[in-house]
């Protein structure tokens, strides 16, 4: 079954919901994809052991009561099928969908440098603990171990300890007075003031980053370096994200402009491909506050109502200036990219080791040497870090963008809706 709509959105987001709803009033026919059970996206994922925040709830119920709007929810796009037409599939079926407009609210996702030991078990990323702790992972009693960069450690942190671990370490590879400078500033954002003093940890410790995971079969501890001292601590479970990095496959293979690493808007959140539009973290990451306005902007504009979007510039302009100085307190130090040994694995899936990746020029080369990025995850994982690594633009992603079915991919044969 093929199908026709005004606009479509990618992700279900706080830059996904806001974008559906600030569109919703025009009357024009939306349809909302998402690969999760319910919207909110990774910020504001349901789960067994989650608490959603009060807006979160509100923008569901919303959501939920505009007619004029379709959410369907564990649904994946597979590729492109033909101009303004996505191949896209759930857990029952695979379909075309046809669209005027787009909105790509796709996100972001961790970005996971390799550092011996990385792949034991028990070690996750710091997003990816969290992710499972609201999906119902008990971790009650537990030693952790959380460290990388940006406030997303204080969350996990958090969540891990409401749920009854001992967080015996926060490691933070920023330097105390980069932390220091950001807090400063808080003042400016009062809600994050308050959210920075509620989420502070007594572990907490600045200058320090992750030099190794110890263990044979699985997990027994972590070595760090703190302000320039080795530190050893045994713990069943390390969590180690370096940041978040903008999800944009999607729009790279429709055709948007990419610069540093992010999708290219203008002030109308219009990509470069006309009809298209971005919001939220794949254009940079911000916070919800900051994907929340941009999508409402989105959606304004891609149903012509400028006006409205217009006057949420100035609310945008404020957030943006809170994500300048997040990005900015948080850079990443050159050390992380002396992490790897030789014998570290850098693709995961293709069990593809740090040595094999040196002396190759690009990622085309190396790919083709070594199956780096040919695995399960097509390069989602190990490209991030390569590009970190290395300076290797990723390339333009080929269908299917996620695992499908056969017959999903059969229908990239049938004619598509006209």
């Known amino acids: 079954m093929n199908e026709l709509t005004d606009l479509l959105i990618i992700g279900a987001g706080p830059a996904g919901m806001s974008a559906a709803l600030a569109a919703a009033s025009s009357g024009v026919r939306i349809v909302v994809l998402d690969d999760n059970p319910l919207p909110g996206g990774q910020i504001w ?16 119920d919303r959501l939920r009561a505009c007619d004029n709007v379709r959410c369907y929810p564990g649904t994946r796009v597979i590729a492109r099928a033909a101009d303004k037409t996505l191949l896209v599939e759930d857990a029952e079926r695979g379909w075309q969908i046809r669209y005027d407009r787009l909105i790509l609210c796709t996100g972001a996702r961790e970005l996971l440098l390799p550092f011996p030991g990385w792949t034991l078990p028990g070690v996750t990323g710091a997003g990816g603990l969290q992710a499972l ?7 009650r009693g537990e030693r952790l171990v959380i460290a990388g960069s940006g406030p997303l450690l204080l969350a996990s942190a958090a969540t891990a300890k409401h749920q009854g671990a001992q967080v015996l370490r926060v490691a933070e590879q920023a330097s105390r007075t980069s932390v220091l400078g950001f807090a400063a500033q808080l003042p400016r954002w009062p809600n994050k003031w308050l959210q920075a003093f509620s989420l502070f940890d007594a572990q907490y410790r600045t ?5 190794e995971a110890l263990g044979r079969e699985r997990l027994e501890g ?10 050893e601590l045994a713990c069943d479970r390390l969590a180690c994200g370096f940041g978040l990095i903008p999800n944009i496959q999607l729009g790279q293979a429709l055709g948007c402009a990419v610069q540093d690493q992010a999708l290219v808007v203008d002030t109308w959140q219009a990509t470069t491909l006309p009809g298209h539009y971005a919001a939220g973290e794949c254009t940079g990451f911000g916070g919800s506050e900051r994907a929340l306005v941009e999508g409402a902007i989105a959606g304004h504009a891609a149903v012509g109502n400028t006006a409205a979007a217009q006057r949420l510039w100035p609310r945008r302009a404020r957030w943006q200036a809170f994500a300048r100085a997040l990005n900015q307190a948080f850079t990443l130090n050159a050390s992380l990219k002396t992490l790897a040994r030789p014998d570290t694995l850098v693709c995961r899936c293709e069990d593809v080791p740090y040595r094999e990746l040196l002396g190759h020029e690009n990622w085309r080369e190396a790919k083709l040497a070594s199956r780096c990025g040919m695995g399960a995850c097509q390069g989602r994982v190990c490209g991030a870090a390569l590009e970190h690594l290395f300076g290797w633009a990723p390339p333009t992603p080929r269908p299917p963008f996620s695992p499908a079915r056969v017959e999903t991919l059969l229908a990239l044969g049938d004619d598509p809706v006209g």
Request: hydrophobic share 30%.
């Open 222 to 231: 972590v070595r760090l370096s703190q302000r320039g001292k080795t530190v």
């Open 133 to 139: 702790i609201k999906g119902g992972l008990p971790v």
């Open 207 to 211: 200058g320090s980053h992750v030099l």
């Open 45 to 60: 994922r349901d789960g067994p052991q989650a608490n959603l925040p009060t807006e979160a709830r509100r923008l569901r």
